[in-house]
């Protein structure tokens, strides 16, 4: 007998502590949405085109294999999903547990706590506690719900990474103690920050970032569904600048598409959507809106940095083009580092230059003058040509 045949035998309605806050997106994809067209309209299209099954969900196919094989088997350890954002983690376990419980009983079934919201440890013995330590009648219909599997609560912490100490001790104890009737899943961006011995009670998914074909499938489908006007290389340089987050790679061409429909007239009727002409999205929008620098932007620089000794003119190149194109030096230093790594150079050459570069990244981000740290990234990359010689 598997440790999840007990069945539970009491009914509770739904604690007001439920914050089953993905409703919107459980009701996302077009075909089972129950919200009126304009309503629908106005969602953000990560919510809009949210994962509604497991097989929606891109990419990460060895995650989803395993864990359609845990509800196959009737098992469900408690989970741990971790990786860099806008990879799927909330979006599987939502997937997961729609595919356990249906969409019906999600309701009853599921605590969804944003841990970073609620960090204290007042969320670990109360929201936890009191959802954990109801139990629920064994709900017919699924086939997972007949096996016993539907009958276990599911507490979803996302950012947990973000409790403290003593949130996470607190939340070891509630893990044993419910073990009976609950599973938990914890999402992170970090496991490291999280304590050994919650990990330890965990099953543990690393969620890479996607690869660029995973984001093209997705982009591909709002394009058509959404009508954007894009031209291919503007589609190309979206996929490759979202870096596997499929969030930024949708958020960016929702802010381009926006940016390239006319304002319909304040007064007076409104235009119909198949009358508005809209620009075609170039790759020139797609780098303004992520505000990347432009790839000639910094062919230039490197260009320059790179064959030109004269100091104050490779200062004024960086300068200029920082001015005309609105460039941050942070985008800068990591566009110029993703150009030198691909160049054949001795390994004391590359080993200067990224060492130093990333010395200047972090005293950036730490708010050093952007002034002088840009004299210090033509410093850093004219210490390593100068090492060529
Ligand atoms: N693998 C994926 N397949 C399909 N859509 C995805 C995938 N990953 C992310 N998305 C899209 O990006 C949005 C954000 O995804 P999700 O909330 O699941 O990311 P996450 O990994 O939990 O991020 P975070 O760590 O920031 O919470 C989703 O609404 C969905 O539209």
Redo the contacts with the bound molecule.
Sequence with gaps: MSDFDDEMDIDVPPSKDITFSSDT?AK?KRSAANLPVEAEDSLP???????VSLS?????QDILATINKFVDSNRLPHLL?Y??????????I?ALARRIYGHQNMRQMVLELNASDDRGIEVVREHIKTFASTKQIFTAGSSASRAGIAGFKLIIL??ADAMTNTAQMALRRIMEKYTANTRFCI???YAHKLSPALLSRCTRFR?SP?HEQ?IRV?VDKVIEEEGVKIMPDAVDSLVRLSKG???R??NVLQACHASSTPLQPRDGPKIPEQDIVRETITTETIYNCVAAPPPDAIKKILSTLLSTSDVTSCLSTINTLKAAQGLALADIITALSEELVKLEVKPQVMITWLETLADVEHRVSSGASEAIQTAAVVGAVRNGVELMG
Excluded: C, Q
């Design positions: 997106a996302g299209w990560v919510e809009k085109y949210r994962p929606d969900v891109s990419g990460h999903f990786g860099p954002p806008g990879t799927g983690k909330t979006s599987t939502l996302d950012e999402i992170a961006n969620f996607l995973d997705l987050d499929m969030r790679a949708l």
